[in-house]
């Protein structure tokens, strides 16, 4: 597998440094950050099966294999929350399950009882698969990990650094790299402060759309680290945001 510049994000103004689309050893291609994706696959059932496996919004009513979903997760996938520092009960509270069918860690985004998206990770081993894959309406549904003390929200790259960020402040996973001009048009009246952080390698795209989104907010500015957020404590996180919002106590 190699990497590449991604066209479509290209076009947004994105991937500058070249690296957002995976080009595979068959010839399919797959963008992580924005969906795009070609595939060169001659087998039917393979090129089904790519649509089916690969494909990040839909329009339609998504399909998704509850049946095959179970609450006892594999020893490979508990070790991987584990390192993150995820809770059994944060397990439990946001419904977090196992795909045994196609060995997927699902971390699921409802609409009140409606399951509307999957953000999951591959446990399989299978290398040519995608070690991540989002299905489901991504763009027309936000998931938000509340908390009601603070008036900061947070808006991360990934399902797990939302979870860790929403101990301390509401956050939002974007479940990629672009932030939605209807996602921050929705917060407004909603917090003092908006901050965006993304991981290190998206930085000038964090700055730049934070800018964008200074338009409706008024404190609307990134969070730049190291790491990602999840790979941080939550009294490290907490510093962070504190840091961000000079100072402003949070519970």
Same mark, same amino acid.
């Given at each position: 597998m ?14 500058r440094?070249?690296? +957002?689309?995976? /080009? $595979? *050893?068959?010839?399919h ?6 969906g @795009?994706?070609?595939?060169t696959?001659?087998?039917k059932?393979?090129?089904?099966k ?5 494909t ?8 998704f ?22 809770t ?5 509270? +946001?419904?977090? /399950? $196992? *795909?045994?069918d196609?060995d997927?860690?699902?971390?699921p985004? @409802? ?9 999951c990770?591959y446990f399989g ?17 936000f998931?938000?990990?509340p ?9 991360t ?14 956050a ?24 965006i952080?993304l991981?290190r390698d998206?930085a ?6 934070s ?15 190291e ?5 941080y404590?939550t009294e ?5 945001i ?8 949070q519970?």
């Amino acid at each position: 597998m190699k990497k590449t510049q991604c066209p479509r994000c290209a076009k947004l103004g994105n991937d500058r440094s070249g690296d +957002n689309l995976a /080009v $595979y *050893d068959d010839g399919h291609s797959y963008c992580f950050a924005c969906g @795009y994706r070609t595939t060169t696959v001659t087998s039917k059932n393979m090129a089904r099966k790519l649509a089916k496996d690969m494909t990040l919004t839909s329009d339609t009513e998504p399909d998704f294999s509850v049946e095959n979903y179970t609450y006892k997760l594999p020893p490979a996938a508990l070790r991987w929350l584990d390192k993150y520092g995820v809770t059994e009960q944060e397990r439990i509270v +946001n419904r977090i /399950v $196992y *795909d045994l069918d196609k060995d997927l860690l699902v971390l699921p985004i @409802y609409d009140g009882e409606r399951l509307v998206v999957v953000n999951c990770r591959y446990f399989g081993n299978n290398p040519e698969y995608p070690k991540y894959i989002t299905k489901g309406w991504k763009s027309g549904h936000f998931k938000l990990f509340p908390h009601p003390s603070s008036r900061v929200y947070v808006l991360t790259e990934d399902y797990i650094s939302a979870l860790k960020v929403g101990r301390i402040a509401n956050a939002i996973p974007l479940l990629g790299a672009h932030v939605n001009n209807a996602l921050t048009l929705s917060l407004c009246g909603k917090c003092d402060f908006l901050r965006i952080w993304l991981d290190r390698d998206k930085a000038r795209e964090s700055i730049r759309f934070s800018r964008q989104a200074g338009q409706w907010h008024k404190n609307c500015a990134t969070i730049i680290t190291e790491e990602d957020p999840k790979d941080y404590t939550t009294e490290e996180i907490r510093e962070f945001i504190l840091q961000s919002t000079q100072g402003i106590p949070q519970s």
